[in-house]
């Protein structure tokens, strides 16, 4: 009897490992097939415009090479030091993206922010390489459309947004690039969310934003903060000491999402020094 209880014993074990490693098997196939629900979390609603918080502002449609048509919206300022070419992080639209304009807004700067395809009112769904050719869509009205100083242009990317102003900028001659709250990679990032998930393996959708910041010349500032919840301090730590000269630093207050809030006057000093510096 004991001898029958031994291997009853073994065989529910042997099951249960069974169990547990096809659950696994089918979790890291369901990231595989399915990563860019990870990543991209777009709202197509847009919950308020510039005009409601007093600023003047144009609604513009342009096209993509592969033929999708984006939404975005220009806010001019009066005698304007530069302009800001706005990537947004992974979630929502740009409706969520005011109190950022405001600040930008009050540095003198005009603002161009557009929705990445499957965002806000832009054709398409996302992907990595979509959200290339909406950026390289966005130059081109700026620099082509709008006939813009490309000198006075600053790639600006917060977040995943970071990963495409950081490409972009490998790509063209901008005035600057401005990264805050960016990874170092997004298998970088995902191997630190998931320690369990061999990311490295599974993950397509891949920004190198260590790559392209040793392809870029330009002036490059570096925002992060260490109290940062989503992006740990250390990918902006290693980004700033990847970035070539000339850079600036700005560390942060806050978490990932109200950071460029809390730092407060320090983070409008910072911004202001870097555009007298590199910019005017």
């Known amino acids: 009897m004991a001898q029958k209880s031994k291997m009853g014993t073994g065989s529910v074990i042997f099951w249960l490992l069974i169990v547990a490693v096809g659950g696994y098997t089918v979790i890291l196939v369901l990231m595989y097939l399915f990563q860019t629900a990870f990543v991209f979390f777009p709202s197509r609603t847009i919950t308020t415009t510039p005009d ?9 449609y342009f096209h993509t090479d592969d033929e999708k048509r984006l939404h975005g919206w220009y806010i001019p300022v009066e005698d304007a030091r530069g302009s800001i070419l706005f990537f947004h992080g992974n979630a929502g639209n740009i409706s969520g993206r005011i109190e950022s304009i405001r ?3 009050s540095l003198g700067l005009n603002v161009m922010i557009f929705d990445y ?5 832009s054709e398409g769904s996302p992907s990595e390489a979509g959200t290339y050719h909406d950026a390289a869509a966005a130059w081109r009205y700026m620099t082509e459309v709008r006939d813009e100083n490309p000198d006075k242009i ?8 970071g990963g495409v102003a950081a490409w972009l900028a490998s790509e063209v001659d901008a005035g600057a690039l401005v990264l805050e709250s960016t990874f ?10 998931y320690p369990f998930i061999p990311v490295r393996w599974l ?8 790559d392209y910041l040793n392809e870029i010349t330009m002036p490059v500032m570096i925002a992060h903060s260490p ?5 740990p301090y250390r990918h902006g730590q290693a980004l700033y000491d990847l970035a ?33 510096q590199y910019v005017e």
């Not at 395809?117 to 009112?121: E, I, M, S, V």
């Not at 170092?184 to 969310?193: F, I, K, P, Q």
């Not at 850079?247 to 202001?272: C, P």
């Open 117 to 121: 395809r499957g965002y806000g009112k």
């Open 227 to 231: 109290d940062d919840d989503i992006v």
């Open 184 to 193: 170092t990679s997004a298998v970088d990032l995902a191997a630190d969310l």
């Open 203 to 210: 993950m397509h959708i891949r920004y190198p934003v260590s």
């Open 103 to 105: 600040q930008f807004h």
């Open 244 to 276: 070539g000269e000339p850079k600036k630093w700005l560390e942060m207050q806050g978490r990932h999402n109200d950071g460029f809030i809390l730092t407060g006057s320090a983070y409008v000093n910072a911004w202001d020094d870097f555009l007298r």
């Open 154 to 161: 600053i790639l600006f990317g917060r977040s995943l947004g």
């Open 52 to 60: 409601n918080h007093g600023m003047e502002y144009e609604n513009l």
